[in-house]
């Protein structure tokens, strides 16, 4: 099946990063972060109006933290869920108690730089059309991760993946493109992109609420897509903004329950593609996909309880 590779609309790059940060909401979400939850609040007060931390029913000392080293701290807010909803409904909940016209979605392993979100802002007001934006994730060594900047996996493209066909890319672009963007070369100023990662999103409150909310019916992953692909059903562009950049230190949350965290990673990757993808593709090549993906996590999982058992021996 031919799919065409995705070509992206350059923005004007050349803007003044002079807009006024407090018109933003920051909505976290956390479960066991420890210290990187303080860190990431830390990098977020000085640029906003608020942060909120939604607490999936956290078992470590990350609030405890959070009260010692920010007592009395007026931005701060703070909302305990009695049980983890997961990362969607946690979402829905902080942009409900949100006061701004803009929310800022971080992860709490995130460390914003200093003109981050102004210059998120800034791109954001400057393009009435886009419903969200999105900056460079880039890892403790300064190389830009993946995930900021992606198209959409379809189901052909994840199939291209897998099998390793990107490769063929630079002869048959059109037909072997490959999602994954962060090998492309940084644009020289903001840019449209078929979808942003969850772990950073500026979006207007116009947009939600002509969108809808985060879907609900995802755990953990994958509802980043979602989201973006109902914005774009409904008109509002996606943007990169390169010069924003953001250190996401990845996995933090979820190094404590690997395999719980990749069944409902796996799962999601279910319900996007029966979601958007299922009256679109052959019903063999969704089968196919389905396939790859619980293949995909068996291996992972028997991988994770191999390594749990040799730690076992090994402290024995």
């Given at each position: ?141 300064g190389t830009e991760q993946a995930g900021g900047r992606r198209a959409v996996p379809t189901p052909w493209?994840?199939?291209v993946r897998a099998f390793g066909l990107y490769r063929l890319e630079r002869y048959w672009p059109r ?142």
């Amino acid at each position: 099946m031919k799919e065409e590779a995705f070509c992206a609309e350059e923005l004007p790059g050349e803007m003044d990063d002079n807009s006024n940060p407090l018109c933003v909401s920051v909505v976290i979400v956390n479960y066991n972060a420890g210290q990187t939850l303080v860190d990431c609040i830390e990098s977020a007060l000085p640029q906003v109006t608020e942060v909120l931390i939604v607490d999936n029913a956290s078992s470590d000392r990350s609030l405890e933290l959070c009260a010692e080293r920010f007592p009395s701290e007026v931005k701060l807010k703070i909302m305990r869920n009695a049980a983890n909803l997961g990362f969607a409904a946690a979402c829905n909940l902080g942009a409900k108690a949100a006061c701004e016209p803009h929310v800022l979605f971080l992860n709490p392993d995130c460390i914003l730089s200093k003109n981050s979100v102004p210059r998120l802002l800034h791109v954001l007001e400057m393009t009435p059309q886009a419903g969200m934006v999105g900056g460079l994730l880039i890892n403790q060594d300064g190389t830009e991760q993946a995930g900021g900047r992606r198209a959409v996996p379809t189901p052909w493209r994840s199939l291209v993946r897998a099998f390793g066909l990107y490769r063929l890319e630079r002869y048959w672009p059109r037909l072997f493109f490959d999602f994954h963007l962060h090998k492309h070369s940084l644009p020289l100023g903001p840019l449209e992109v078929e979808a942003i990662s969850g772990a950073l999103m500026l979006v207007r409150q116009e947009a939600i609420r002509d969108v809808g909310p985060w879907d609900e019916g995802y755990f953990l992953h994958c509802e980043d897509l979602d989201w973006c692909m109902r914005f774009r059903k409904k008109g509002w562009k996606i943007l990169f903004v390169p010069d924003a950049p953001v250190v996401h230190h990845k996995g933090t949350c979820s190094r404590s329950r690997p395999i719980f965290v990749e069944w409902h990673k796996h799962r999601g990757m279910m319900r996007f593609y029966r979601k958007f993808f299922r009256q679109e593709y052959p019903g063999a090549l969704i089968w196919l996909v389905a396939a790859g993906i619980w293949l995909r996590f068996g291996v992972i999982a028997t991988v994770h309880c191999i390594q749990y058992t040799g730690r076992l021996a090994r402290s024995r």
